[in-house]
């Protein structure tokens, strides 16, 4: 398949499309580094995760790192989701380059990667309610929106939501902070209600209970789960190049299955999208996570700073209650979302 070519019709089917709000959901922009082939499969579980929070009116998808982009598009597991789901959920690939300062705009950036931007705040500004924004990836269409509307921001979001950072460790720059530190930097003093959920808390692959990062076996959250869905993770797994919505409907070869199944998987949003929109993480009625407040500073290389400081801020931090059960909750969650995937004949 060209997926250059299907990732211009997919662009101009999709940009005009605006889903349909169902009960009273909480309206969500949501900002990914999906790609396809793949960088990391845990963003095509937080996806369909987050098409099955019931609480989640998604109205744009931004699809981060435009330069990536081009070659190998997120549109296609977005377009798959949107098949199975029926919905119609608008998506745009992002700016392609690091911002240059936190204050930056990115108006100096290619005219053909600034649909995110645009998707972002024309989103926005058709929002009749306050819209909850989640990130996982970088921040940079995000903080290049606000640097264009910083008043439409302050009006019309509800509280920016991002997986990124490390929570203790200076001496670690996590992954996604490295994508694009200004922006980084940008959104933590910008003043906007801020829900920071770290990576990784101690160093790289460690938690010590203000991270979200966790491991499963995949099939503790795809058994169970629809033939659709499971040809879509599938698809992703093997970098497939056929036709991504004919897949949808092939059946499995049963040695593919086995192996999608048994393999492990580094997870860090699926579950936690929830927590923002009013979807708790509990076990025996007890809260196993949550966000407290607490008060920090960011300086000019993106290093986290607790305490007082040069502007400080209060934001609020992602922090594990329980850790022997905070794996487990979050697990089953995940399973329970995915195995509730709105599939739509």
């Known amino acids: 398949m060209n997926f250059g070519l299907f990732s211009l019709v997919a662009g101009v089917m999709l940009a005009g499309l605006v889903a349909v709000p169902a009960g009273q959901p909480v309206p969500v922009i949501y900002s990914t580094d999906l790609m396809h082939p793949h960088d990391d499969p845990d963003d095509h579980f937080d996806l369909a995760c987050l098409y099955s929070i019931p609480e989640a009116d998604v109205r744009a998808i931004i699809l981060d790192q435009g330069q990536p982009q081009s070659q190998r598009p997120g549109y296609v ?35 053909a990667h600034q649909n995110g931007v645009n998707l972002i705040l024309q989103a926005l500004e058709n929002s009749r309610e306050k819209v909850a ?3 996982v990836g970088s921040a940079r269409d995000i903080a290049a929106a606000f640097n264009r509307e910083p008043a439409l921001f302050q009006k019309k979001v509800r509280s920016i939501t991002g997986f990124i950072g490390e929570a203790s460790d200076p001496n670690t720059v996590e992954y996604n902070v490295q994508l694009d530190p200004q922006a980084y930097i940008c959104l933590l003093r910008s003043g906007l209600p801020f829900n920071w959920v770290p990576c990784f808390d101690g160093g790289l692959w460690k938690n010590n209970g203000h991270a979200s990062f966790w491991k499963i076996r995949q ?12 040809r879509y993770f599938s698809y992703m797994l093997q970098s497939s190049t056929n036709d991504p919505i004919q897949s949808l409907a092939i059946p499995l070869d049963p040695t593919d299955r086995a ?20 979807r708790p993480l509990r076990f025996d009625g007890r809260t196993v996570a949550h966000f407290a407040p607490v008060e920090l500073w960011v300086d000019d290389q993106a290093v986290i700073h607790y305490g007082k400081g040069p502007g400080s801020r209060r934001i609020m931090r992602f922090e594990i209650t329980d850790p022997v059960k905070f794996p487990q909750v979050a697990t089953k969650l995940t399973a329970d979302l995915l195995r509730a995937f709105p599939l739509r004949q």
């Open 77 to 111: 597991p977005v377009w798959q989701l949107n098949h199975l789901s029926k919905r119609h959920i608008p998506a745009a690939i992002g700016l392609p380059e690091k911002l240059r300062a936190p204050h930056d705009p990115a108006l100096n950036q290619a005219a």
């Open 133 to 135: 924004i989640l990130f």
């Open 219 to 230: 099939r503790q959250v795809l058994e169970g789960t629809s033939e659709p869905l499971q």
């Open 259 to 278: 192996s999608m199944m048994d393999g492990e998987r580094n997870l860090w949003a699926s579950a936690v999208l929830g927590i923002p929109l009013g």
